[in-house]
Structure formats: C-alpha cells, structure tokens
C-alpha cells in the first residue's frame, strides 16, 4: 500500500487527461483568431488565381463571421445528450474543419 507500486490516482480511476467542460473565454478568442487565419488564407489562394477542387470545397464552408457562436464552439455528436458537444472535446480540433453540421442541429 505504501510501496513504490502504491495505487496512484490515475489507477485509481482519476483521469488522466483533465478537459474543461466548457472553453474557457481565452480559448474560445483563440479559436476564433485561428477561423479568421483560415478565411485570410481562403482569401489569398482564390485572389491568386489558382483553382483546385480544395478551393472550391473551402469556399462553399461559411466565413467566421457568417457562423452562429454555436457553430464556433459546438459540434454535432450522435451520442451526446442534445446532439451537440464542446469542440474542444474533438480530437485534434485545432487542426481539422468543424464548420458544418447536419441540417437542424
């Protein structure tokens, strides 16, 4: 019990990962700052002229501007109670488009 293999927290069933259960007013800035990045860059390739199907696919998702708060910091979850759960519970949210959601959530 008092050993070097004594229960730890985490095996005591604690978490290891701690989450937030909302995003925080810091968080939820950044999150808006990175939308914004991505618009800008959105904006640059279209102006430069080249077109791909990456382009046309990003220019049908709405600007930060045009989405409702939310659509910025919710996602649809099948399994979630009201079908929608905080982005930030999303593996990798920073990195991939979260900007759409099936129609009427």
């Known amino acids: 019990m008092f050993g070097a293999f004594?229960?730890?927290q985490v095996s005591l069933g604690g978490l290891l990962w701690k989450t937030p259960w909302?995003?925080?007013?810091?968080r939820k800035a950044n999150a808006r700052a990175r939308l914004k990045k991505v618009d800008a860059v959105i904006r640059a390739v279209r102006e430069s002229g080249v077109q791909c199907t990456a382009l046309t696919k990003a220019l049908e998702l709405p600007k930060e501007h045009e989405m409702n708060p939310r659509d910025k910091y919710t996602v649809f979850s099948k399994r979630a109670?009201?079908?929608?759960?905080?982005?930030h519970k999303?593996?990798?949210w920073t990195r991939i488009t979260q900007r759409t959601n099936p129609?009427?959530?």
């Open 81 to 87: 109670k009201g079908y929608r759960k905080g982005i």
């Open 103 to 105: 129609a009427g959530f």
């Open 90 to 92: 999303v593996p990798k």
């Open 6 to 8: 004594r229960p730890t």
């Open 22 to 26: 909302k995003l925080s007013p810091t």
